[in-house]
T-cell receptor, first 114, second 113 residues
């Protein structure tokens, strides 16, 4: 199993500012992902965090708005840039070690933009 | 990704078996069926997954039809703590490195005392 520590757990931010969310895993993992969960909605994949290279973004998400880093096999960051109230969501980090294996999720970062 | 269809909500009496159906009629031969659940204000939790055969673990059983077009998650003795949104997911398949999970709307299961 993998234990994920996500920081911060929640934050209230002013519009126009940026917030960086950290995801730390207690063991090396193959794949790391970032999801967004808007209020009352299901999870939507933002991007796959690739070690040592640019993240792979899903349709509707761009690097300028959601820059992602993954310097090694246990750590990744997601930045929400130039925030607006529409960015108020829960952001979740997820990890897995390949197809046919279970994915683990962090407890999420609850972001409120005012 | 193969699309899944689940009922929006279900109720189940405490102590009874909860049977959650999922339709995935466009599933490909190499795609797994995963089940996750999300208890309010928590990250999703893995329950079980399978490819062709039925599977059982300490949490649940997964029954996959022979044609793999549908499956059922069974929680054998539901408790109040099983109240959650349950997601049936068919993976993206393809080459190694494409293991992203696509979440649908899920089934909101409520366990009734």
């Amino acid at each position: 199993s993998a234990v994920i520590s996500q920081k911060p757990s929640r934050d209230i931010c002013q519009r126009g500012t940026s917030l960086t969310i950290q995801c730390q895993v207690d063991s090396q993992v193959t794949m790391m992902f970032w999801y967004r969960q808007q209020p009352g909605q299901s999870l939507t994949l933002i991007a796959t965090a690739n070690q040592g290279s640019e993240a792979t973004y899903e349709s509707g998400f761009v690097i300028d708005k959601f820059p992602i880093s993954r310097p090694n096999l246990t750590f990744s960051t997601l930045t929400v840039s130039n925030m607006s109230p529409e960015d108020s969501s829960i952001y979740l980090c997820s990890v897995t070690n390949g197809r046919g294996t279970e994915a683990f999720f962090g407890q999420g970062t609850r972001l409120t933009v005012v | 990704d193969a699309k899944t269809t689940q009922p929006t909500s279900m109720d189940c009496a405490e102590g009874r078996a909860a049977n959650l159906p999922c339709n995935h009629s466009t599933i490909s031969g190499n795609e797994y069926v995963y089940w996750y659940r999300q208890i309010h204000s928590q990250g999703p939790q893995y329950i079980i997954h399978g490819l062709k055969n039925n599977e059982t673990n300490e949490m649940a059983s997964l029954i996959i039809t022979e044609d793999r077009k549908s499956s059922t998650l069974i929680l054998p003795h539901a408790t109040l703590r099983d109240t959650a949104v349950y997601y049936c997911i068919v993976d993206a398949g393809g080459y190694f490195g494409n293991e992203k999970l696509t979440f649908g709307t899920g089934t909101r299961l409520t366990i009734i005392p």
